[in-house]
T-cell receptor, first 115, second 109 residues
């Protein structure tokens, strides 16, 4: 089946620093990717839609200057958490839509801890 | 926006038992997917099922789009079935998925 890979799987950083998370589609091209955030024991919350070659579309309440998204190629989207603070600590998961069929495949997730 | 609710929120089963998980959604949908989130957080695709019935081994799913619900059946449950089960739907012009509240399943030996 389709494979989506995220890196890093875990990251610990100091408050005030920026962290970049990569999401790659390994065996298909993805014009659209999605970024989700999950708090402990909660459901997944959609943060933004990443579109190859154009600006990301952010969900209401998500700060676009805090969570920078870049989708520079058909196989790579990146999420940069800028000037991270402890409240940004969370599990971030990306997903990719294979060939615009609507079926999404998810990466392994990246657990961010901000000290 | 569309609301997605799952029931039950928690479920404890003995190994070998069967179960039915339900997903209700508030509007018509184009797509519906079921996922299993394992203890490490990985989301495993179970079914892509906007309508109809599908089966894969001990798992099967049915979506009745006109009545706005989907069911996931787990038969002869195993301890490895433990985890959180999510349904997610896409009801808008874009294909972004909105996740349900999840069902936490614990299968005991």
């Amino acid at each position: 089946g389709a494979v989506v890979s995220q890196h890093p799987s875990r990251v610990i950083c100091k408050s005030g620093t920026s962290v970049k998370i990569e999401c790659r589609s390994l065996d298909f091209q993805a014009t659209t990717m999605f970024w989700y955030r999950q708090f402990p024991k909660k459901s997944l919350m959609l943060m933004a839609t990443s579109n190859e070659g154009s600006k990301a579309t952010y969900e209401q309440g998500v700060e676009k200057d805090k969570f920078l998204i870049n989708h520079a190629s058909l196989t790579l989207s990146t999420l940069t958490v800028t000037s991270a603070h402890p409240e940004d600590s969370s599990f971030y998961i990306c997903s990719a839509d294979r060939d615009n069929t609507g079926e999404l495949f998810f990466g392994e997730g990246s657990r961010l801890t901000v000290l | 926006g569309i609301q997605v609710e799952q029931s039950p929120p928690d479920l404890i089963l003995q190994e070998g038992a069967n179960s039915t998980l339900r997903c209700n959604f508030s509007d018509s949908v184009n797509n519906l997917q079921w996922f299993h989130q394992n203890p490490w957080g990985q989301l495993i695709n179970l079914f892509y099922i906007p309508s109809g019935t599908k089966q894969n081994g001990r798992l099967s799913a049915t979506t009745v789009a006109t009545e706005r619900y989907s069911l996931l059946y787990i038969s002869s449950s195993q301890t490895t079935d433990s985890g959180v089960y999510f349904c997610a739907v896409d009801g808008g012009a874009t294909n972004k998925l909105i996740f349900g509240t999840g069902t936490l399943l614990a299968v005991q030996p």
